[in-house]
């Protein structure tokens, strides 16, 4: 049973910074898309940034655009989420899976496309 893992949250203040990594025991991360999602409290769950299998070409939502860079390291077969400017709304559990059905990312994340969430990784921003 594949299962990604999820780790790098914690507690920051507003404008601070995190990075948070996404790695696959036993599962090659290469060749497939990765996404970046969360869940805020009372909220569903929304899709945040996505990479490419290649690695070429990324999308964000429009609420992190220019604050949360995504990357991949092949070497590590790890991906990243360098989270930067926090905000009290970018409070949430965040999760990171595989998309099983396109290599490429779609503007607005497709989440039944994605398979083997990990338990997430809790960010607070708070004063």
Do not use: H
């Not at 690695?55 to 360098?82: M, W």
């Not at 949430?92 to 990990?118: D, F, H, I, K, Q």
């Amino acid at each position: 049973q594949v299962q990604f893992v999820e780790s790098g949250g914690g507690l920051v203040q507003p404008g601070g910074s995190l990075r948070l990594s996404c790695a696959a025991p036993g599962f090659t991360l290469d060749g497939y898309a990765i996404g970046w999602f969360r869940r805020a409290p009372g909220k569903e769950r929304e899709g945040v940034s996505c990479i490419s299998n290649s690695g070429g070409s990324e999308t964000y939502a429009d609420s992190v655009k220019g604050r949360f860079p995504i990357s991949r390291d092949k070497a590590k077969n790890t991906v990243y989420l360098q989270m930067m400017d926090l905000k009290p709304e970018d409070t949430a559990v965040y999760y990171c899976a595989a998309n099983l059905v396109r290599g490429a990312c779609t503007a607005v994340a497709r989440t039944y496309e994605y398979a083997y969430w990990g338990q997430g990784t809790q960010v607070t921003v708070s004063s």
